[in-house]
């Protein structure tokens, strides 16, 4: 098992750019999620799904787009990047149900200058 | 105020110590993670737990649901050891959603 990829490790877009950050799991977990990390803060939730075809805001959803076509694949979009999307951005799966761990992507950094 | 807090957020300790962190949360919870996030930046699961203690090797993990609290022990640290923890809640109300802590980061000098 691959686990949970994410592609692009590195990117940078210009302000107002448009880009699609993609996570893909070979584990059949119905949940998945994505999450940025700041500087001095903790994990903060964008956007999840609950299994295909479902999916819900996080915490900090704007600006982000998701959707959930199959098990396996959540990408994120970000419609016009603005500098405060400069962050390290991680996907995450879980199987379904309440007490399960939750494996991470390996990480996309992006700055938006 | 957070829902969960970390003490220290900083810690730099010396080979072979006993190292304690802390995580306090204020919601009712389902589970408890532990996660460690090395220098490269991928983040791994160390513990989930709801009850008592989990030992894995040289790391440790307690919960206390009445008092909100859990702790995560290094004995005998390493080096190796220096990372990133994180502590994250699974609220009862939040079903599938984790709340986290801003992290400790450990620094352990030979």
């Known amino acids: 098992n691959a686990g949970v990829t994410q592609t692009p490790k590195f990117q940078v877009l210009k302000t107002g750019q448009s880009m699609t950050l993609q996570c893909a799991q070979d584990m059949n977990h119905e949940y998945m999620s994505w999450y940025r990390q700041d500087p001095g803060m903790g994990l903060r939730l964008i956007h999840y799904?609950?299994?295909?075809?479902?999916?819900d805001q996080g915490e900090v959803p704007n600006g982000y787009n998701v959707s959930r076509s199959t098990t396996e694949d959540f990408p994120l979009r970000l419609l016009s990047a603005a500098p405060s999307q400069t962050s390290v951005y991680f996907c995450a799966s879980k199987p379904g149900g309440l007490s399960y761990e939750q494996y991470f992507g390996p990480g996309t950094r992006l700055t938006v200058t | 105020k957070n829902e969960v807090e970390q003490s220290p957020q900083n810690l730099t300790a010396q080979e072979g110590e006993f190292i304690t962190i802390n995580c306090s949360y204020s919601?009712?919870?389902?589970?408890l993670h532990w996660l460690q996030q090395h220098p490269g930046g991928g983040i791994v699961s160390l513990f989930m737990l709801s009850s008592g203690k989990k030992k894995h090797g040289r790391l440790i993990a307690t919960i206390n649901i009445q008092e909100k609290h859990s702790s995560l022990h290094i004995t005998a640290s390493h080096p190796r050891d220096s990372a990133v923890y994180i502590c994250?809640?699974?609220?009862?109300?939040?079903?599938?959603?984790?709340?986290f802590g801003q992290g400790t980061r450990l620094t352990i000098n030979p």
């Open positions: 919601v009712g919870i389902s589970a």
């Open positions: 994250a809640v699974r609220s009862i109300q939040g079903a599938q959603k984790l709340v």
């Open positions: 799904s609950v299994g295909a075809g479902i999916t």
